[in-house]
């Protein structure tokens, strides 16, 4: 290993290993912009459907997303005849998994 000293190789290692840490925070704020984003759109999503914006949905309201609406008794889990934004952010996630 004539020419390449000790250093060197240490050098570059050690630039590898911060271009790899770089990377790898990159891709962790991507993702976590995208869960907020996501976020958001639930939101507006959920208004969107709240017709009577009363922080609920009912059948009525869901019936234009035929999904949502097949689904409504179980994504109604607690079984009031209605969706809060805590049933419908939990049915979201599940079906984007």
């Known amino acids: 290993m004539k ?4 250093i060197k190789v ?3 290692i050690f630039a590898t290993t911060l271009l790899s840490l770089t990377v790898s925070a990159e891709e962790e ?3 976590k912009q995208i869960a907020i984003d996501s976020s958001a759109t ?25 999904l949502l609406h097949n689904a ?3 994504v109604d889990t607690n079984g ?10 939990a049915f979201i996630e599940n079906i984007n998994k």
């Open 72 to 74: 409504f008794a179980k």
């Open 10 to 12: 240490t050098l570059a």
């Open 42 to 66: 639930q939101q507006v999503q959920f208004s969107q459907l709240d017709l009577d914006k009363n922080g609920l949905l009912n059948e009525a309201e869901v019936a234009a997303d035929k």
């Open 29 to 31: 704020l991507q993702v």
């Open 80 to 89: 009031d005849a209605t969706i809060n934004k805590d049933e419908y952010t």
């Open 3 to 6: 020419g390449i000293s000790l």
